[in-house]
């Protein structure tokens, strides 16, 4: 079956920080990767996403690159800001965006001004 | 704006007592949506999954009598939890999936916090 390992948290970072949230994962197919981020009392919401092999995702600063050989599909970001803090889910779906996702255990991030 | 609703998005209840909680989309037809649970510090796990006007299909170990999901309409899934016990407490989410603006997408609501006393 499908499957998301990502990085334990929490990572603690200063403002203005290089930030790498690693995410691998297992798939029969080819499937659609995202990144979900959940801001403290709010709902989930999709940050970037890539649906094939070499496809960046990018969106408010973040990259994710889907890496087919290592089946990762790590989220980097040059310069953290204190809004920044939140929980950020790696997730899979087979085909396209509307499916039913596989998500990580979620990575739980602080940024101390 | 938001896309997709959750109602209502906190609720305590007794114990024995059923509780519905209502998805809607707001601006798109979901054909499909999804219910997840989320404990606390933890990730999202995949209830079970409606498409419109059919049975829902449930995840292994997830008790479809317990959790009653009805999608009557291509905006509407209701996630019942009957005769509720402490151990249900929990955050509720669902995610509506269909085309919207020519783009098959998905869309999560904010969560419904259930506390079971």
């Known amino acids: 079956g499908n499957s998301v390992t990502q990085m334990e948290g929490p990572v603690t970072l200063s403002e203005e920080a290089f930030l790498t949230i690693n995410c691998t994962y297992t798939?029969?197919?080819?499937?659609?990767l995202f990144w979900y981020v959940q801001y403290p009392g709010e709902g989930l919401q999709l940050l970037l996403k890539a649906t094939k092999a070499d496809d960046k995702g990018s969106n408010k600063g973040f990259e994710a690159t889907y890496r087919k050989e290592t089946t990762s599909f790590h989220l980097e970001k040059g310069s953290v800001q204190v809004s920044d803090s939140a929980v950020y889910f790696c997730a899979l779906s087979e085909g396209n965006a509307g499916n039913m996702l596989t998500f990580g255990g979620g990575t739980r991030l602080m940024v101390k001004p | 704006g938001a896309v997709v609703s959750q109602h209502p998005s906190w609720v305590i209840c007794k114990s024995g007592t059923s509780v519905k909680i209502e998805c809607r989309s707001l601006?798109?037809?979901?054909?499909?949506m999804f219910w997840y649970r989320q404990f606390p510090k933890q990730s999202l796990m995949l209830m079970a999954t409606s498409n419109e006007g059919s049975k829902a299909t449930y995840e292994q170990g997830v008790e479809k009598d317990k959790f009653l999901i009805n999608h009557a309409s291509l905006t509407l899934s209701t996630l019942t939890v009957t005769s509720a016990h402490p151990e249900d407490s929990s955050f509720y989410i669902c995610?509506?999936?269909?085309?919207?603006?020519?783009?098959?997408?998905?869309?999560f609501g904010p969560g419904t916090r259930l506390l079971v006393l």
């Open positions: 601006d798109f037809q979901a054909t499909t």
């Open positions: 798939a029969t197919g080819y499937p659609s």
């Open positions: 995610s509506a999936s269909g085309v919207r603006g020519r783009q098959e997408t998905q869309y």
